[in-house]
């Protein structure tokens, strides 16, 4: 039985339709297996739709919409990958504006796969070392990040890994930077890299 590490916990797991069917479920598990309470948020209210590898797949319930979702009541987040929901996301004002409710506050964030594309456009990536699939490598740069090519990289609370193959060490590591908590944003620490897993 898994260590209820995160009892107490609120966690908010932004997406929409177009989403990694393992990157949201199988962190949402792992998250509710820890003891937190978790949220799926979305910028609409009934359920949004997986993509699972090269089809549509499962649907998901919408916990809150973006309307009335407020950071604040938040402890941590979760950004699920695929093409679809984050590039969706990421051209939505009121997605942003949630986001950078975690970012401000130096709550923890998990991104996933083509997750951090969305926090380009909060300016949350620019000196940070993090990764990602790979063919959006070159946006992150453009915004300032440091990519590297590892399963997870943790950089002051902020959680990255590349691509479904990468959940178990992605799922480890987030429970641990949401067990820590928030990170008090310092300068020195937009460069320091924690346990970057296997190539």
């Known amino acids: 039985m898994t260590e209820k590490k995160l009892n107490g916990k609120r966690v908010a797991i932004l997406a929409t339709d177009g989403f990694e ?15 937190a309470e978790v949220f799926v948020v979305a910028p609409k209210e009934g359920s ?40 969706t996301l990421r051209i939505n004002d009121k997605a942003i504006e949630f986001i950078q409710g975690f970012t401000n506050s130096g709550k923890p964030i998990a991104a996933i796969c083509h997750g951090p594309w969305t926090l ?4 949350f990536v620019d000196g940070r070392t993090l990764t990602s699939w790979p063919s959006i490598k070159t946006d ?15 950089d002051n609370g902020l959680v990255t890994s590349r691509k479904p193959d990468d959940l178990a060490d992605f799922n480890r590591k987030m429970i641990e930077e949401f067990c ?17 897993g296997p190539v």
């Open 48 to 87: 949004i739709r997986a993509w699972s590898k090269k089809d549509w797949g499962e649907s998901c319930g919408v916990d809150m919409t973006l309307d009335i979702a407020n950071p604040a009541e938040f402890d941590a987040l979760v950004l699920p990958g695929g093409v679809m929901s984050p590039d």
């Open 140 to 154: 992150l740069i453009n915004a300032g990040a440091q990519w590297v090519d590892r399963s997870v990289v943790v």
């Open 21 to 35: 069917q393992s990157e949201l479920f199988e962190p949402k598990q792992a998250l509710e297996e820890a003891g």
């Open 180 to 196: 820590e908590g928030a990170h008090t944003p310092r300068p020195e620490d937009n460069t320091r890299i924690q346990d970057m």
């Open 120 to 123: 380009i456009e909060t300016g």
